[in-house]
């Protein structure tokens, strides 16, 4: 399965989540090399110490890694590498790339998780190659990424797609409104949390909800039927913005949305006048280490401009 | 007024409007050396005398000019030049880049009139020089467009910032859809023409309407209540998604709009959590024709890179 070339270079990906780490390692094409998934830590000293392990699992040379990208759930400079909030990790405004840098001889680039998910996609996932793609992450919260002209756009201070924050005038009518550090008011009706509350109201966890919606149950039909309302006024709206070539939709709750991708498909074709491709993401839980690879090998040095896909796919 | 520089190489912008047409030439430094309003024409025949009379006016010979952009009012693929739809000029799927440019010996260029009044605002009005900024346009309708990385996103079909189409479930709820070639569901909420029709119920014409919001008219509060909260929400979704260093507002509504300015910028900032800076347009009507003049001299060669404002500021 690990392919190893005589090329020696190569990448390395670490994907940081609440309850996991996951650690990729690949050669200059892009092929895996080292995959473990290890449990997480907000102690830096003790990721940099997964890092050198890895290497030497992989029987890697330091000075034979061309950079590594670290993906942050939150608030990140992706610029600066300073990650101003993330709840999950315990994190507040730390800088992450100055520390990790200080310990390795490599270029360190960090980014935000779920726009390092959407570059990982595009690469290789079922975004391939477009220009134009908008990811949406509905794991625990529910974040988003934007891919337009072929670039990432993170915006002015790099707080782009943050698409559970988006508000309507019913949240505004219930009070449920945006704050710091707070999950979203589009994330509080749509995200594995909302919909875990919601299943466990009726006995079930959220996987079971889609299993009893397959089954017909009336209930769970009813939690479901408001997920993909929800969530298709959203896609919906952000074709007309941005007018993508796909949206892909990913984060542990897409893993169970086959059942609906088609209901959803049809209720977005009803709300805007504008075609896009809706997918599931193709990657899943490595669509972000695998962002990471991409961006070390393709964007390091050069923050702008998304290639074409790699040999690798 | 007209001051004529020695560098004999000029740029044409002609925004094209439903009633009127305004022909701009400068030259290359983007000094303004002819500026003319006319009555508009859907035939192309009449437009192409239009400009040819104009360069005649200002005495340039048609091997002087480096290039011409056309804004036209509607959807058109910027690339191909083909105006797939334009209500307010009665075309559908004409290719106007072709016609006219088989009219004229120099390089064409046609793009939706919102996009370039966005380039215009970037170049030389209140978006100056910002990598990522929005531009809403209420005029008629409601149109608008982004720029992102110092870039115009255009979508997968150059039909990207289309916000009139954004819809919300109050819409849904009240069979407010969207479809082809009609006003969107929320430009039916907010636009020139509904602020229009509300203050003809309270015998108003809509500038009388901001008058005597002024002057403490209820009926005339209610509505621009209405309309501030529908913007506000509007803009601080925009905000969440794309992180935009300024919100531009312009259209001819927007010239009425100094008096709720302030309630418009406190309203978004309790609706996101991200910042932004809202002002009104500086160019106003000339925005888009500036923005034809700006796509000439930086763009016409290059689709890609916005570069900094030029020297004329």
Redesign the interface.
């Known amino acids: 399965m690990y392919v190893k070339i005589k090329r020696k270079q190569y990448a390395v990906g670490v994907d940081i989540g609440g309850t996991k780490i996951l650690l990729l390692i690949t050669d200059a094409l892009g092929n895996v090399i080292y995959k473990r998934k290890v449990d997480s830590s907000g102690d830096l000293s003790v990721i940099c110490e997964m890092i050198d392990s890895a290497t030497k699992e992989a029987n890697i040379a330091k000075h034979e890694i061309i950079g590594m990208t670290i993906g942050v759930p939150g608030d990140v400079n992706s610029i600066d590498g300073i990650v101003r909030s993330s709840i999950q990790m315990g994190w507040k405004d730390i800088n992450i790339k100055e520390y990790i840098s200080s310990r390795f001889c490599f270029p360190v680039d960090i980014k935000n998780d779920v726009n390092l998910a959407a570059l990982g996609e595009r690469w290789i996932g079922n975004g391939r190659n477009?220009?134009?793609l908008i990811y949406i992450s509905i794991g625990t919260g529910l974040g988003?990424a934007?891919i337009?002209?072929g670039?990432l756009?993170?915006?002015?201070?790099?707080?782009?797609?943050?698409?559970g924050?988006?508000?309507?005038?019913?949240d505004?009518n219930r009070g449920v409104?945006?704050?710091?550090d707070q999950f979203?008011s589009l994330e509080k009706r749509i995200s594995g949390n909302t919909l875990n509350e919601k299943a466990q109201k009726i006995g079930l966890s959220s996987k079971e909800l889609f299993v009893e919606y397959n089954n017909g149950n009336d209930a769970a039909k009813e939690i479901i039927d408001c997920f993909v309302?929800e969530l298709s006024?959203v896609i919906?709206?952000?074709v007309?913005?941005?007018?993508?070539?796909y949206v892909i939709i990913g984060g542990g709750v897409s893993e169970s949305m086959d059942c609906i991708q088609d209901l959803i498909v049809d209720y977005v074709k009803?709300?805007?006048?504008?075609?896009?491709e809706i997918r599931l993401s193709k990657l899943g839980g490595d669509a972000g280490a695998f962002g990471c690879i991409y961006n070390v090998l393709y964007q390091i040095n050069d923050s702008?401009r998304i290639p074409d896909s790699a040999s690798r796919g």
């Open positions: 477009s220009d134009h988003g934007i337009a002209n670039r756009i993170e915006g002015s201070t790099y707080s782009a797609g943050e698409f924050y988006i508000i309507d005038k019913d505004i409104m945006n704050g710091l979203g309302r006024v919906a709206n952000l007309s913005i941005l007018n993508p070539e009803s709300l805007t006048i504008f075609s896009t702008s």
